[in-house]
Nanobody
Framework: QVQLVESGGGLVQAGGSLSLSCTAS????????MGWYRQAPGKQRELVAR???????DYADSVKGRFTISRDNAKTTVYLQMNNPKPEDAAVYYC???????WGSGDYWGQGTQVTVSS
């Protein structure tokens, strides 16, 4: 099992910056991709950004050029640097970790951290 603990959410002014972090513990050798989803009220959960074990990144079009995902050398912590956030970025942000091939099915999820963007 893998546990994910997020931190760094809160209130940010539009155009400012905010950083989220998520640390994995437990059977960390069983995970590959880590990343962030978000869910705003009344909307479906959507992918924000993800990063593979080897550093390959993917971003939602809506955050490209503004958000940056990174991972520490130990591959246990993933960061989301949110620059120039917009009011539409406000949501609960969830960290997730996907199992590596051969380690079963299903993803791990954090408890979520609220990001509020003031205009």
């Amino acid at each position: 099992q893998v546990q994910l603990v997020e931190s760094g959410g809160g209130l940010v002014q539009a155009g400012g910056s905010l950083s989220l972090s998520c640390t994995a513990s437990g059977s960390i050798w069983t995970i590959d991709v880590m990343g962030w989803y978000r869910q705003a009220p009344g909307k479906q959960r959507e992918l924000v950004a993800r990063i593979s074990f080897y550093g390959k990144t993917d971003y939602a079009d809506s955050v490209k050029g503004r958000f940056t995902i990174s991972r520490d050398n130990a591959k246990t912590t993933v960061y989301l640097q949110m620059n120039n956030p917009k009011p539409e970025d406000a949501a609960v942000y969830y960290c997730y970790a996907a199992r590596a091939m051969g380690w079963g099915s299903g993803d791990y999820w954090g408890q979520g951290t609220q990001v509020t963007v003031s205009s």
